[in-house]
């Protein structure tokens, strides 16, 4: 399989017209509570946020939706408490992005779609002087991927399962090495160095799976940030 590392296969921003093309691919890439419709999409985008494509041929095979707003990671009263909820929000002048569905078809994980998705969202972060970086992580690892569905394939790590519940059960933060079992945190420590900062139950109620929870991870736009930034830029040099 060709990786995606040509110039023809660089982010471009999506618009309502692709609306179509972007719940197809989100029907390749999450499991059904999770696929977003065409009417949802085009909310989204209604509401000023910004959806980044990487297409191989017709389809796309990897998107990362953002918007811009506040936030403080200090402040955890004023922080959406539904997926729903921070996806309602207009995007907004403000000091951060707010990244959400990042997603790569299953048989282009791996290569670099996710690592050009991000490079173009920072790109577009530094440019709007943003301080913030937060992403809402799905935590697939804490009970592994339904056999029932294609889209996953996490297996279940006892570890992070258990310091999840004594957290949410009164018990401190767990270590954020155990986060990142999680391979999807992992990518996103790998990629931007973030810390995991809380853990919001029923976050996502329909995805009975992780019993709706999401972990919310941040990072900042500081010097050490701009440089792993510039590092970043090879992944679109051609080979």
């Known amino acids: 399989m060709r990786d995606l590392v040509s110039s023809q296969h660089l982010p471009v921003e999506l618009g309502p017209a692709d609306a ?19 009417e949802q ?7 000023g946020h910004t959806m980044l494509g990487i297409a191989a041929g017709a389809d ?20 959406p408490k539904t997926f729903d909820e921070l996806c309602l929000q207009p995007s907004r002048r403000g000091n951060t992005i707010f990244l959400y569905n990042l997603e790569v078809e299953p048989t282009r994980r791996g290569t670099l779609c996710a690592k050009r998705l991000a490079y173009f969202a920072f790109k577009m972060a530094f440019l709007s002087r943003c301080t913030f970086g937060v ?17 996953e394939r996490t297996k279940p790590k006892a ?26 945190l992992a990518l ?15 976050f996502a109620p329909s995805d009975h799976a992780t019993r709706g929870l999401r972990v919310i991870a941040y990072g900042r ?3 050490a940030a701009r440089q792993r930034f510039r590092a970043l830029s090879w992944v679109n040099r051609e080979r």
């Open 20 to 38: 179509a093309r972007i719940a197809r691919l989100e029907r390749r890439c999450f499991i059904p509570p999770l696929q977003a419709s065409e």
């Open 41 to 47: 999409i085009r909310q989204r985008l209604a509401l």
């Open 60 to 79: 796309l095979v990897g998107m990362l939706a953002f918007r811009f707003g506040t936030f403080d990671p200090a402040d955890f009263a004023s922080f």
């Open 135 to 151: 992403a809402n992580c799905r935590v697939a690892a804490y009970r592994g991927a339904d056999p029932r569905f294609s889209q």
């Open 159 to 184: 570890r992070l399962r258990r310091a999840i519940d004594e957290h949410l059960a009164g018990g401190p933060l767990p270590a954020q090495e155990v986060f990142r079992d999680d391979p999807t």
């Open 188 to 202: 996103y420590h790998r990629l931007t160095e973030c810390r995991f900062q809380w853990v919001i139950p029923d």
């Open 221 to 223: 736009f500081d010097r």
